[in-house]
């Protein structure tokens, strides 16, 4: 709300005010005071943290796991033939494949038993093959979105509705910052990828907002080129002396704003203001990769020397991860393989094998694996049927919400292991099944908060990460 207190519309508000009596006044004071509450966030976790930061591999698209992960060698006897309608059961399919034939396609890829684990990959990732007794692969994430929006929005979010808190903002808001001098929930997107161009979805600021929760959680997406974020330099002709001078200026004038009002989000933009004049010092400093030594870019491939790669945001996720910033997300697009798969695929796991297994090696060597959680996801699974053209060489995969890998590292999880089991076609969970809901469950777990307890009232319901279906934390995997 804006003018001066002289205004008109000030003024007729209070007259307002006024002739409504203690009813209305009473139902202003209560909700006050309920917001009051929401914009507290709890001082620390609800038990002890095996974990206090986390990096979320977001792999926007949909990796077929049935090529990278979930190995299905009898799966060659049945190429070509329909999916059994036993296996198939009448699900839910896209448009993109509903009433057409379901024809088997397997994985043209091989796969090998890998570190003393045993467990297998496929030779699509060969440098994440020497780091796998450090992962936990999880092959029956399941669902509730067979369209990528709601599907990324669902697991970014715990819902497929927009406008909900994201993941990061939920531990912004939850455990609060841990660097006062960098934002505690940054974003780096992939400037470029190499599997796909021409099929490839937006990504929305909404997936890492804060929604309904204060707007200082929402996550601050860091740019590869230029100021790393908007505005950061002051203008030609003004020293840092003068934006000091501007912004206690400004501050003064929104307290006075805030005593008048008592709107939460005035403190807020306060509060970010300041971390935007801090950050002109240290997000230089953070982004400024010349003092890493050569061995360094080595480890993280040929790619970490290119702004906006996906390699080169692996290296500053370790960084920010050094500086306390508790949640960092990267998002890695080109993954939506319907068609042709086997010429684009190749390309997306270049781009994350090598600098993937490199975060963890690195975040291992420094002492900070044992406290940060990494995750690698995407929003779904493919199918085991084919789109398109189908032949040995050659195939497609649609949307498959029913099954599909993810791996966690770090931070409290097991290492060497695999959970949940998907059929014979990769197709259904068969055992130990993980919704989305489960695994975000789990995360908060891991940094000390009870997800049933983390809440925030809004529109008459205390809102959860999680939302109001049952979620369970994955014990079997800490």
Same mark, same amino acid.
């Given at each position: ?43 620390? +976790? ?35 033939? /329909? ?65 990528h929006d709601p599907g990324k929005t669902l697991i970014c979010t ?14 912004? @808001?939850?455990? +609060?910052? #841990? ?34 929760? /204060? ?30 001078? #501007? ?6 004038? &929104? ?37 890493? =030594?050569? &061995? ?5 491939? =040929? ?34 393989? &319907? ?34 959680v990494v995750v690698f996801a995407g929003e779904f699974g493919r ?26 590292? +770090? ?5 060497? #292991? ?6 014979? @076609? ?21 940094? +000390? ?30």
């Open positions: 709300m804006q003018g001066s207190p002289n205004s008109p519309f000030v003024l007729d508000r209070r007259r307002f005010f006024h002739k409504t009596k203690m009813g209305l006044g009473a139902a202003a004071c209560a909700a006050l005071g309920l917001q009051s509450k929401a914009s507290r966030a709890i001082p620390i +976790g609800h038990f002890p943290a095996r974990a206090k930061r986390v990096i979320f591999l977001f792999m926007a698209g949909a990796p077929s796991q049935l090529d990278l992960f979930d190995y299905k060698p009898d799966l060659s006897k049945q190429f070509r033939r /329909p999916l059994p309608k036993s296996i198939s059961m009448g699900q839910r399919v896209t448009a993109m494949t509903q009433g057409k034939d379901q024809l088997v396609a397997p994985s043209k890829y091989k796969f090998s038993r890998q570190g003393s684990s045993g467990i297998f990959l496929s030779e699509l990732l060969p440098h994440l093959s020497s780091v796998v007794d450090d992962l936990c692969f999880i092959y029956s994430t399941n669902t509730d979105a067979i369209n715990g819902s497929q509705i927009p406008g909900k808190a994201s993941l990061g903002a939920w531990l912004s @808001y939850g455990l +609060g910052r #841990m660097n006062q001098n960098l934002p505690d929930f940054i974003v780096l997107n992939s400037a470029f990828w190499t599997g796909d161009s021409d099929n490839v979805q937006a990504l929305y600021s909404r997936l890492w907002g804060s929604g309904f929760l /204060p707007s200082k959680h929402q996550g601050v997406a860091f740019q590869p080129t230029g100021d790393p974020v908007l505005y950061l330099s002051n203008p030609r002709g003004v020293d840092r002396a003068s934006r000091r001078a #501007m912004l206690e200026l400004v501050t003064k004038l &929104h307290r006075d704003e805030a005593l008048q009002y008592g709107d939460p989000e005035i403190e807020t933009t306060i509060a970010q203001q300041e971390m935007a004049f801090r950050m002109q010092a240290s997000v230089p400093e953070l982004t400024d990769l010349s003092g890493e =030594p050569e &061995h360094i870019f080595e480890l993280y491939g =040929p790619e970490a020397r290119k702004k906006g790669s996906f390699a080169r945001n692996c290296l500053l996720a370790r960084r920010m991860i050094e500086r306390d910033v508790r949640f960092v997300q990267l998002f890695h697009r080109g993954w939506d393989h &319907h068609r042709g798969l086997p010429k684009k695929l190749p390309g997306q796991a270049y781009d994350v094998d090598q600098a993937s297994a490199a975060l963890i090696t690195d975040l291992k060597q420094r002492g900070l694996l044992d406290d940060t199918t085991t049927y084919c789109q398109g053209e189908l032949t040995s060489t050659n195939y497609g995969r649609d949307h498959h919400p029913r099954c599909f890998t993810i791996w966690l590292a +770090g931070g409290g999880v097991r290492g060497g #292991m695999t959970y949940g089991r998907t059929d014979d @076609y990769c197709y259904n969970v068969v055992e130990n099944p993980v919704h989305v809901r489960d695994l975000n469950a789990t995360i908060l777990h891991l940094l +000390g908060i009870n997800h049933d307890q983390l809440t925030f009232p809004f529109m008459g319901l205390d809102q959860k990460l999680t939302g109001v279906e049952e979620a369970h934390v994955i014990r079997s995997i800490l």
